[in-house]
Each structure stands twice: as structure tokens, then as C-alpha cells.
């Protein structure tokens, strides 16, 4: 069983930036790959972001050159930066893994002025 803890979010104005981050614990070992999906009110859950195992990463086309997902494999932390944030980038954040499946608690971002 995999253990997943994300913070980071928070209320930022339109064009700015935050970085999620999300540390695994426990079966760690044999997830394939990490990810970050999102949920907006009324809106069907999106995945934004994929990195595998091997360092491979994947972007939902709304979010390419403005959000970067890493991993330090040294801490069990993987990273969402998000910078040029619009409005429409609010959501609740999950941090979710493959091979074990598990998921975070969620974390809300707001981008509002």
C-alpha cells in the first residue's frame, strides 16, 4: 500500500505561480508512475500530468509550457510547478500513483484576483 501526502496549494492571482508536491510512503518501491489529476466544480476529473518511473513525463495540451511535473526520487516527492496560472486552473489537486494505485487527500488551488 502506497501512502500519498500533497501540499502546496493555496490562493494566487491570475499569472502567478505555485509548485505542488506530493510524498509517497510505504510500498513505495514498485509504483511505475506518479501523476497529478484535478477537479473542478461541475467539471469531469482531469489528468494533467504524468512522470514515470523513468523520468518520462505527459501534459493534458491545456496546461504544455506553463505547469512542469519532476520527481526527487531521494525524498519520494514528486513536484507540480505551475506558473502563468489562470482562473481556470482552479481545482482540487490529487496526487495519484500507478502499480500500487492510491491517492491523495487533494489539495485546493484557487486562482482568483
Known amino acids: 500500500q502506497v501512502h500519498l501526502a500533497e501540499s502546496g496549494g493555496g490562493l494566487v492571482q491570475p499569472g502567478g505561480s505555485l509548485r505542488l508536491s506530493c510524498v509517497a510512503s510505504g510500498n513505495i518501491f514498485n509504483i511505475d508512475a506518479m501523476g497529478w489529476f484535478r477537479q473542478a466544480p461541475g467539471k469531469e476529473s482531469e489528468l494533467v500530468a504524468t512522470i514515470t518511473s523513468g523520468g518520462s513525463t505527459h501534459y493534458t495540451d491545456s496546461v504544455k509550457g506553463r505547469f512542469t511535473i519532476s520527481r526527487d526520487n531521494a525524498k519520494n516527492t514528486v513536484h507540480l510547478q505551475m506558473n502563468k496560472l489562470k482562473p481556470e486552473d482552479t481545482a482540487i489537486y490529487y496526487c495519484?500513483?500507478?502499480?500500487?494505485?492510491?491517492w491523495g487527500q487533494g489539495t485546493q488551488v484557487t486562482v482568483s484576483s
Open positions: 495519484t500513483s500507478w502499480g500500487p494505485r492510491s
